[in-house]
T-cell receptor, first 114, second 112 residues
Framework: GAGVSQSPSNKVTEKGKDVELRCDPI?????LYWYRQSLGQGLEFLIY????????KSGLPSDRFSAERTGGSVSTLTIQRTQQEDSAVYLC????????????FGPGTRLLVL | GEDVEQSLFLSVREGDSSVINCTYT??????LYWYKQEPGAGLQLLTY?????DMKQDQRLTVLLNKKDKHLSLRIADTQTGDSAIYFC????????????FGKGTHLIIQP
């Protein structure tokens, strides 16, 4: 597609449930990034993929968070046993490669944990 | 560690110029960015500047970089109501860092 797409656009879940968030990067972009935007913390980097591997997982806030990328394209961010503090907007971005100077962002998934 | 600071709010009159300022701490920054976020929307890349440049102009937007003082600014000429948004400053650090470090964002408020 023309831009980065994410699904779902909104997700409401109950505390303790698992959620999966999906990101479709711009075609041909090998680098993919996940960020989280919350009122208290602003925009935080979570994880980076180059192809299917994730050399930088430094931003994942806990072991309840994991991500994978298959076929060098679509990525899924999984949050297990969700907590209320996980409520945030989860943003995905892609760039042509790791050295790419520009990251293009998707519209985000708004997650609300009740 | 890396830190990016911005003022939270800026109010300007329609037709005036807006200047949004940002300071950063990482001297190894390679690229610096300005992103725009409108209500309920994702981040839109406005412009970026490589760290060895001191100015970049793109239509109504002018970016100034003072690397010595680690200060970045975004000037929007002839501010319009459609410019009302949150503007984020971000840096890409050197040394192999991959994620961007963002400021908290500046809310630009346009007065009629």
């Amino acid at each position: 597609g023309a831009g980065v797409s994410q699904s779902p656009s909104n997700k409401v879940t109950e505390k303790g449930k698992d959620v999966e968030l999906r990101c479709d990067p711009i075609s041909g972009h090998t680098a993919l990034y996940w960020y989280r935007q919350s009122l208290g913390q602003g925009l935080e980097f979570l994880i980076y993929f180059q192809g299917n591997s994730a050399p930088d997982k430094s931003g994942l806030p806990s072991d309840r968070f994991s991500a994978e990328r298959t076929g060098g394209s679509v990525s899924t961010l999984t949050i297990q046993r969700t907590q209320q503090e996980d409520s945030a907007v989860y943003l995905c971005a892609s760039s042509f490669d790791r050295a790419g100077e520009t990251q293009y962002f998707g519209p985000g998934t708004r997650l609300l944990v009740l | 560690g890396e830190d990016v600071e911005q003022s939270l709010f800026l109010s300007v009159r329609e037709g005036d110029s807006s200047v949004i300022n940002c300071t950063y701490t990482d001297s190894s920054s390679t690229y610096l960015y300005w992103y725009k976020q409108e209500p309920g929307a994702g981040l839109q890349l406005l412009t970026y500047i490589f760290s060895n440049m001191d100015m970049k102009q793109d239509q109504r937007l002018t970016v100034l970089l003072n690397k010595k003082d680690k200060h970045l600014s975004l000037r929007i000429a002839d501010t319009q109501t459609g410019d009302s948004a949150i503007y984020f400053c971000a840096e890409k650090a050197g040394g192999g860092a991959d994620g961007l470090t963002f400021g908290k964002g500046t809310h630009l408020i346009i007065q009629p």
